[in-house]
C-alpha cells in the first residue's frame, strides 16, 4: 500500500491511513525474514545510511538487516566514528552526506528535534527518526503495534486498553505510543509514580482523553489488555526521580501478581532494554505473556517498510527538488 511518506520523523506528523498502510506493508513483509534465503531485490541500487550518535542494539541492527535484506547498500555511522568527535555540527554533517547521494538516512540523536534539522538539510533524501532526544521514536511504535495486531487482530483498531507503565517523563517510546494509539482509538492508561508521571501529564501534552494517569499499579493494570513496561532511563536521570529503584521496583516492577487484575489474556511489550528485577520481573520476562523477542522480530519487518516506503516513494525527486 502506498503511504505518502517523504520522512518519517514522528508518529504526530503520521495520518491513521499512513500509520495503518505501514503496518500492513510491514506484516507482509514478516515472511522474508523467515525464509532461508533472507533477501528480496527491492531496494538494489539504492543506498541507506544509518547515522547513530547514541547507544543502540535493536534499532540499529534492525535497520541495517532491513536495508541488507532489500538489497540495499548499507552504510553504519556512529557518534564515535563519525566526525562529530573532532566537533563538526550535525548541520555540516548532514550537508557532508547529501553531497554522497543516499536515497535514505536514519537518524538516532540525543537531541529532541535532530532527525526534522536533518531532513530540512538533506534535500532529495528521505530521513527516518530512530529515536531523538526524548521526543519520538516512531519505528518502535509501529513494531509494538504490530505486535499487538498480531495478536488481537482486528481490536487494534479501537478496542484496546494498554497500560503504559515507568518513566514515561523522559520515554519517547511513550510518546510515539501514546499518540500512535490515539490514531487507532485505543485507551492508554499511564502508570507510575507522580514524579515520573505527574497528574496533569497527560493535559498538558495534549495527549487527549484516551489517555488518563494512575499512581497506583493496581487500578492501572485492572483488565487491561496489555502492559507496556518502560525501562527506568538511568541515563535520562531516571534515577533521581524515584527514591531508590527498590522502592520503585516494591511499586511498579511488573509481577505475576501485580499482573493478576489484568486481563486473563493480557500480554506484556518492554521495547528493551530489559532492567529484570527493577522494572519487570524475571518470572514475567519469561513468561508465555512476553511478546519480547517477538518485537524484535517485528522491527525487522516495520523497518523494512518504512525504507521501502521512502526509497520508492513516487515523485520523489518532483518533491524534493
Ligand atoms: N528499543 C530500542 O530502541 O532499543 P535499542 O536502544 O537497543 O535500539
Given at each position: 500500500m502506498t503511504t505518502g511518506l517523504h520522512h518519517l520523523l514522528g508518529i504526530a506528523d503520521m495520518s491513521k491511513g499512513q500509520f495503518l498502510a505501514l503496518l500492513h506493508n510491514a506484516r507482509e513483509l514478516v515472511e522474508v525474514s523467515e525464509r532461508a534465503l533472507k533477501k528480496v531485490p527491492a531496494l538494489r541500487g539504492r543506498t541507506v545510511i544509518n547515522f547513530f550518535l547514541e547507544a543502540s542494539t535493536r534499532t540499529r541492527t534492525s535497520f541495517e538487516l532491513a536495508a541488507k535484506r532489500l538489497s540495499a547498500d548499507a552504510i553504519n555511522l556512529t557518534g564515535s566514528s563519525s566526525s562529530v568527535t573532532k566537533g563538526e555540527s550535525l548541520r555540516d554533517t548532514a550537508r557532508t552526506l547529501a553531497a554522497m547521494a543516499p536515497d535514505v538516512v536514519v537518524i538516532r540523536h540525543h537531541e529532541a528535534g535532530a532527525a526534522h534539522l536533518l531532513a530540512r538539510e538533506l534535500r532529495g533524501c528521505a530521513v527516518v527518526n530512530a529515536g531523538d532526544g526524548m521526543h519520538e521514536h516512531p519505528t518502535q511504535a509501529l513494531l509494538d503495534c504490530l505486535t499487538l495486531w498480531e495478536v488481537f487482530d482486528e481490536r487494534l483498531t479501537g478496542d484496546l486498553t494498554v497500560a503504559i507503565v515507568g518513566d514515561i517523563r523522559h520515554s519517547r517510546v511513550a510518546r510515539s505510543n501514546i499518540i500512535a494509539h490515539r490514531l487507532l482509538g485505543n485507551r492508554v492508561r499511564l502508570v507510575g509514580p507522580p514524579t515520573l508521571v505527574p497528574s496533569q501529564f497527560a493535559d498538558e501534552l495534549e495527549f487527549g482523553s484516551h489517555c488518563s494517569v494512575h499512581h497506583s499499579a493496581e487500578e492501572g493494570f485492572a483488565d487491561v489488555d496489555a502492559v507496556m513496561c518502560l525501562r527506568m532511563q538511568l541515563e535520562r536521570a531516571a534515577g533521581g526521580y524515584v527514591p531508590t529503584l527498590e522502592e520503585y521496583a516494591r511499586e511498579y516492577c511488573l509481577t505475576p501478581e501485580r499482573l493478576?487484575?489484568?486481563?486473563?489474556d493480557c500480554r506484556v511489550l518492554h521495547p528493551g532494554p530489559l532492567n529484570r528485577g527493577i522494572e519487570i520481573s524475571e518470572a514475567v520476562a519469561e513468561s508465555n505473556r512476553a511478546l519480547v523477542e517477538r518485537q524484535v522480530t517485528h522491527g525487522v519487518a516495520v523497518r523494512m517498510a518504512t525504507l521501502l516506503a521512502l526509497a520508492t516513494r513516487p515523485g520523489r525527486s518532483e518533491i524534493d527538488a
Open positions: 493478576e487484575v489484568a486481563k486473563p
